[in-house]
């Protein structure tokens, strides 16, 4: 009689246990899968790079920690994402690649640059990253100017 009901309550807690599991994993699938919380995540971290780039200019690792906070950025609406990202001051022309099928969106003070990809299948971004704006950064690719800084810099790398 004991092991009879001990196996009772054993089964009805497995069954309870796998109920609220899969409870949890419609939750958690349904939350994730919301564009209208990814837009204001974005516009949260687009806001405060808009921030950290007007005033920050000698220190990388607050980008680097921005960047690590919102990272990724998931199941956003890609126009609504792209559009989002035209609205503040340091954007730079966003880049689409057609072979990876990505758009890389770019932030850019005179000093530090703040960009990311986001691939438009997955729903996701990636390679959040930060750095120093270099001269080069500055000059359109297709200009003769461009492939000389370009060799410039490889030669000063070299040449050290």
Known sequence: MTYQKMTTSLARSMVFSLAASSLLLIQASTVRADPALCLEKAKSYFAEIDQLLSKE??????FVELNERYSPLEDCDTD??????????FIQPII????????LVRFWSDDVKVQ?????????????????????????????????CILGNWLNYWLR
């Open 96 to 103: 689409y690649n057609p072979h990876a099928k990505y758009y």
């Open 57 to 62: 200019k000698n220190w990388i690792m607050p």
């Open 116 to 148: 990311f990809a986001y691939y438009a299948i997955k729903k996701k971004s990636d390679t959040h990253s930060a750095g120093w704006v270099s001269k080069c950064d500055r000059l359109d690719v297709i200009s003769p100017d461009y492939a000389w």
């Open 80 to 89: 609504l994402l792209l559009q989002e990202a035209t609205r503040w001051r």
